[in-house]
T-cell receptor, first 115, second 118 residues
Framework: AQSVAQPEDQVNVAEGNPLTVKCTYSVSGNPYLFWYVQYPNRGLQFLLK??????LVKGSYGFEAEFNKSQTSFHLKKPSALVSDSALYFC?????????????FGTGTQLKVEL | NAGVTQTPKFQVLKTGQSMTLQCAQDMNHEYMSWYRQDPGMGLRLIHY???????DQGEVPNGYNVSRSTTEDFPLRLLSAAPSQTSVYFC?????????????????FGPGTRLTVL
């Protein structure tokens, strides 16, 4: 089945340390991958996406993600975490459906950055 | 641009009541969709539309109806609310509904409607 998985429900990081939020995918065909962030009581905000080309994708708020085809992963990273990065992060992938495609989401990872 | 707007922000219903969640976008996007967000389950697609007059079911369509009479609006109707429909509902849109660009376009989300069914 075509899907995306986020193996960690929660990630805790100290402010100033690097952070990684993990995502793995399973799709047929080329993977089109997205990361979104959700702050409390808000909608989802787009962070970055991988379509093709350079495996390191840079996005908003200093985030980047590394696409690894052999490991079917698309981990979100930031060199130095901020308390304000604390939020719920979703990985998503486009999957092919009968009539076209749809965006399928992981279950989300809660990031908590502490002083 | 206002982007994707949703009304109301909060709603409490009794079992069996009906209501319509409104969604509008001013970006001339072809593709619009409705998701529900439940703890530990991510976002699940309810219904989607690839253009005015065209709608289709997503993963969890039961209990919900949609229509798309204009490019801008995509309301979600609950005909007879049930406690299992207690959730946060998000509307989203993206520019292309078909072709290669539909795979690569960014989907933009509204602020959500928090619905409680008693």
């Amino acid at each position: 089945a075509q899907s995306v998985a986020q193996p960690e429900d929660q990630v805790n990081v100290a402010e100033g340390n690097p952070l990684t939020v993990k995502c793995t995918y399973s799709v047929s065909g080329n993977p089109y991958l997205f990361w979104y962030v959700q702050y409390p009581n808000r909608g989802l905000q787009f962070l970055l996406k991988y379509i093709t080309g350079d495996n390191l994708v840079k996005g908003s708020y200093g985030f980047e993600a590394e696409f690894n085809k052999s490991q079917t992963s698309f981990h979100l990273k930031k060199p130095s975490a901020l308390v304000s990065d604390s939020a719920l992060y979703f990985c998503a992938v486009r999957v092919i459906t009968g009539g076209g495609n749809k965006l399928t989401f992981g279950t989300g990872t809660q990031l908590k950055v502490e002083l | 641009n206002a982007g994707v707007t949703q009304t109301p922000k909060f709603q409490v219903l009794k079992t069996g009541q009906s209501m319509t969640l409104q969604c509008a976008q001013d970006m001339n996007h072809e593709y619009m969709s409705w998701y529900r967000q439940d703890p530990g389950m991510g976002l699940r697609l309810i219904h989607y539309s690839v253009g005015a007059g065209i709608t289709d079911q997503g993963e969890v369509p039961n209990g919900y109806n949609v229509s798309r009479s204009t490019t801008e609006d995509f309301p979600l109707r609950l005909l007879s609310a049930a406690p299992s429909q207690t959730s946060v509902y998000f509307c989203a849109s993206s520019y292309a509904a078909t072709g290669y660009q539909s795979f690569t376009d960014t989907q933009y989300f509204g602020p959500g409607t928090r619905l409680t069914v008693l």
